[in-house]
């Protein structure tokens, strides 16, 4: 019987649930993160989003067959020409100019994650890489999907963070999300219980430094 991304989460269960359910996102969820600390993260995820698009520029490098090179090159490109500028649009919504996110300086928690999944994409093949980038791409749809179940989360106007929670639980990410998961199941079908145990500790590795992402911009870190 082959593996499947769910194995992945049950191999790591306890992490994958504080990552999910960390206070950072709980907080987020009812409205009562203090602003200071959803700025901190806004502005590290800017930088994130950069390196993002740079594992993508990996992936096309690691790809074997034109499909998972067009991924790669879609996934970089949407980064780039979309989701960069989305991103510094709603930083402007938050006080945060284009000209302050240039000149970030990378927080720890960011500089950790960041070049853990792109050393880890070096050193291994594509499906290491998208392992490791894995609890972002799947484990953010899972995070609004957690939030919408919950009776504390508050929606509309009167959560600041309502906008992030909708990016989310949009049905292009949610796709996205599904489109992942189906990717990373067809490569893990066929995988050894000695390969599934080296992709787990990836996985696991990855999902801590998610944690220790929420943990920067909770307690507003450099």
Known sequence: ????????KQSCNAEWRAYI??????QLGDGSLAAGAFRHYLKQDYLFL??????F????YKSQ??????????????????????????????GISEQELATLPEARATLAYTRYVLDTGNRGDLLDLHVALSPCMVGYGEIANWLNARSET???????YDAWIAMYESEEFQNAMAAEIHWLNNRLSDVTPARF????????????LEI???????????
């Open 212 to 222: 220790d992402f929420w943990d920067m911009g909770l307690e507003q870190r450099m």
């Open 57 to 60: 520029a990996l992936a096309a």
């Open 50 to 55: 950069i390196h993002f698009a740079r594992a």
């Open 21 to 26: 359910e960390h206070d950072f996102v709980g």
């Open 197 to 208: 145990t080296e992709l787990s500790r990836i996985f696991s590795e990855a999902t801590r």
């Open 154 to 160: 508050v929606r509309g106007a009167e959560n600041p």
């Open 65 to 94: 067959t034109l499909a998972d090179l067009k991924q790669a090159k879609e996934g970089m490109q949407a980064i780039v020409d979309v989701e960069l500028g989305l991103h510094v649009n709603y930083c402007r919504e938050w």
């Open 1 to 8: 019987m082959g593996y499947e991304f769910e194995d992945l």
